[in-house]
T-cell receptor, first 114, second 112 residues
């Protein structure tokens, strides 16, 4: 099992550009999440999904969009990138059978917006 | 609302010394509590979790944590630090499938 994979690992964007961060999991998990991690701020939830076709906003959804057409994939779309979106982005998944089930994290995408 | 406070953004210990990383939570209902570890340039991975039952929870790599309801704490300890323990540690509380609140993290430095 590869677990949770994310691409790309690094990306530099210019202000106003758009991009999609890819996330795939091979554990057949229903629940998937996108977080951003800023220094000294912990992780903030951007969007989450409880299954294919179902997504919802987290704490900091502005400037982002998601879709969930399959169980495996949960891409995060940045439209009109801004310097405030410079961050490390983590995708995670969990089986969701119990609310205390652990989340499995991908290795992250380091994004810089200049 | 539920929240987590981690005391100390940076902790330094000597190799072989006790590791103590502090976490306090606030919760209106019995919480589910977690400790995750993040090694440089990697994602988070679960160290241990408290759900119900025994209040002393053992995790991987010799770490353990004790849930103390009266103190609303869930401190992480390890009797003897190893160089490989150098990482960032996050305490987290679960409010539901999609509502895990993470603390701001504590970076552990292990001095040889």
């Amino acid at each position: 099992n590869a677990g949770v994979t994310q691409t790309p690992k690094f990306r530099i964007l210019k202000i106003g550009q758009s991009m999609t961060l890819q996330c795939t999991q091979d554990m057949n998990h229903n629940y998937m999440y996108w977080y951003r991690q800023d220094p000294g701020m912990g992780l903030k939830l951007i969007y989450y999904s409880v299954g294919a076709g179902i997504t919802d906003k987290g704490e900091v959804p502005n400037g982002y969009n998601v879709s969930r057409s399959t169980t495996e994939d949960f891409p995060l779309r940045l439209e009109l990138a801004a310097p405030s979106q410079t961050s490390v982005y983590f995708c995670a998944s969990s089986s969701g059978g119990r609310i205390y089930n652990e989340q499995f994290f991908g290795p992250g995408t380091r994004l810089t917006v200049l | 609302a539920q929240s987590v406070t981690q005391l100390g953004s940076h902790v330094s210990v000597s190799e072989g010394a006790l590791v103590l990383l502090r976490c306090n939570y606030s919760s209106s209902v019995p919480p589910y509590l977690f400790w995750y570890v993040q090694y440089p340039n990697q994602g988070l991975q679960l160290l241990l979790k408290y759900t119900t039952g025994a209040t002393l929870v053992k995790g991987i790599n010799g770490f353990e944590a004790e849930f103390k309801k009266s103190e609303t704490s869930f401190h992480l300890t390890k009797p003897s630090a190893h160089m490989s323990d150098a990482a960032e540690y996050f305490c987290a509380v679960s409010r539901g499938y999609q509502k895990v609140t993470f603390g701001t993290g504590t970076k552990l430095q292990v001095i040889p």
